[in-house]
């Protein structure tokens, strides 16, 4: 596998949680995986670097370094150790403009782990090449394009995993001869997109399978309303592309054990979610005598970013101050969202708590304390934290889109499976609908508990999916073997 993040190493969202998990879930069905991802500043801890190996991409040449993790017998990290790409302060770019050389980035990200795969494997032959995201969307190219190159992986099946169609690694035409690709990588049925290159439409067209990471987010991006551009591209590869759910890591995410939480607790003892209640509240600094622990916590953790509902959420603050709830905001990302929240929060500083950082025990704390979680997200591939919160005995408040949209079923009176609350079309106005019926109905103990038990029986391990996973890669294999036949 190919990545630009993976947990616990290096993350910022979702994407990092799916390919620490993935592989693990695959070694439990008896494969071995190694996943390559850049040595970023602050990665030390992977181990030290190997010798010195030179990595060529049309006109960038890298002297890079292997760091080599053996996680388990079957499962290896493998960090490329490229200061001069790698070493700086983020992964994509710097106050939220990117880096003006991240094709040359990622591109040698690619060329590096497929040279690690062909120089570096043991004797066993590599069966697929697994890359996921923009990021490590010129593998697929580089594996098809310059196949003699790759003797040993060449016959290998390629599957690119589609984790979000709004990032699509775009770069001005000039880059097809300056990474060394021939110019039938830039055509419409390949990576050429409005006469740009995009690293994403590489990806999904030089694969022999695609997938993505909810059966709803792949028939929503077959349509214009979703597809960010790339429906037409993505209809024509309907045979060879399907939405498998992402699983979570239930060891990580487990109620009854995380060492980030301050209290712990399960289905059948609840005492311990109220105990992180009031954790929460006292980090946060909010009110927290009996009317205050009685009044539901809505808590939120998420990149700031338009997708996550940000700016219906900033629509309707007004009204949603004026709800009989509290709030706990944890993020970071554009700067209008953090100027907004950081206002809100001194606007109402009983009532609404906001911290704005990157922070995995607040993440933890914040599943556990709060007793809705808010995801009005305007698409969302998956989403993971919604599954985390039913694990966390907290009821979701989603948007009707994507793998939100595949995992909650929304509560109405007849509904008995119910574990959480939907919204359907997502506008201010419904958002602030849908969050008094949940406020409403946490007064009604009964029918509450009933909704949080629900969620916390839920499974959402990675086994299932992780199956599926390997039928497509059995699909893929197969298909590459006819690919390269001649
Ligand atoms: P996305 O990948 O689009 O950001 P997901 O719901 O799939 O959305 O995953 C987000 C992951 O990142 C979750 O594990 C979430 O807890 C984590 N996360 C996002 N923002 C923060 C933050 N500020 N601090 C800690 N964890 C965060
Ligand atoms: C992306 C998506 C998110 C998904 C995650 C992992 O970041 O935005 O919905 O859960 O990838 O696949």
């Known amino acids: ?236 590869r309907w045979d060879r592309y399907v939405g498998i759910l992402n699983g979570i890591d239930t060891r990580v995410w487990d109620p009854a054990t995380a060492p980030l939480l301050p209290a712990h607790f399960d289905a059948n003892d609840l005492s311990g979610k109220a105990a992180n209640k009031r954790a929460l509240l006292d980090r946060f600094g909010l009110a927290r005598g009996d009317d205050a622990l009685a009044r539901p916590v809505i808590g939120l953790v998420s990149r700031l970013v338009e997708q996550k509902g940000l700016a219906v959420i900033e629509a309707a603050s007004e009204a949603l101050a004026s709800l009989d709830a509290t709030w706990v905001f944890v993020g970071t990302g554009e700067a209008r ?26 993440a933890h704390l914040v599943e556990a304390g709060a007793d809705l979680f808010l995801m009005p997200s305007t698409f969302e591939p998956c989403g993971l934290n919604q599954m985390y919160s039913l694990r966390y005995g907290t009821v979701p408040v989603v948007s009707a889109v994507g793998g939100l949209d595949d995992t909650i079923r929304p509560y109405t009176t007849r509904a008995q499976h119910a574990n959480g609350f939907k919204i359907r079309r997502l506008t201010p106005e419904s958002l602030v609908r849908t969050l008094k019926q949940a406020i409403r109905l946490h007064d009604d103990r009964d029918t509450w508990l009933r909704l949080v038990r629900a969620g916390m029986a839920a499974d959402h391990s990675w086994e299932t999916s992780a199956r599926e996973y390997v039928k497509v890669y059995r699909r893929a294999r197969l298909d590459a073997v006819r690919r390269t036949a001649w």
């Open 1 to 236: 596998m190919v990545a630009s993040e993976v947990s616990p190493w290096a993350k910022t969202g979702g994407l990092a949680d799916v390919t620490g998990a993935l592989p693990e879930a695959l070694e439990a069905l008896g494969h071995r995986t190694t996943i390559v991802l850049p040595r970023y500043r602050g990665l030390d801890a992977l181990g030290t670097p190997g010798p010195v190996e030179t990595i060529r991409l049309g006109r960038f040449v890298h002297d890079v370094r292997f760091v080599v993790a053996d996680v388990t017998s079957d499962r290896r990290v493998v960090a490329v150790d490229a200061p001069a790409l790698f070493d700086r302060d983020g992964y994509y770019g710097k106050s939220g403009i990117d880096f003006p050389d991240n094709a040359e980035r990622f591109g040698i990200l690619a060329a590096a782990a497929l040279h690690f795969a062909e120089t570096h494997a043991d004797e066993r032959p590599i069966d697929v090449v697994h890359a996921h995201d923009w990021q490590a969307g010129l593998v697929p190219v580089l594996l098809q394009t310059e196949a003699d190159a790759f003797p040993r992986i060449r016959r290998a099946g390629i599957v690119f995993t589609i984790h979000n169609l709004a990032y699509q690694g775009l770069f001005p035409r000039e880059i097809v001869p300056a990474l060394g690709l021939p110019w039938s990588v830039f055509a419409i049925d390949t990576g050429e997109f409005w006469n740009q290159l995009s690293f994403l439409k590489t990806g999904i067209t030089y694969s022999d399978f695609v997938t993505t990471v909810s059966p709803a987010y792949a028939r929503e991006t077959r349509t214009q309303t979703f597809g960010a551009g790339m429906e037409g591209v993505l209809r024509a």
């Open 337 to 362: 969202f953090e100027r907004f929240l950081r206002e809100w929060a001194a606007r109402y500083p009983a009532r609404v708590g906001v911290h704005i950082g990157f922070d995995e025990a607040l």
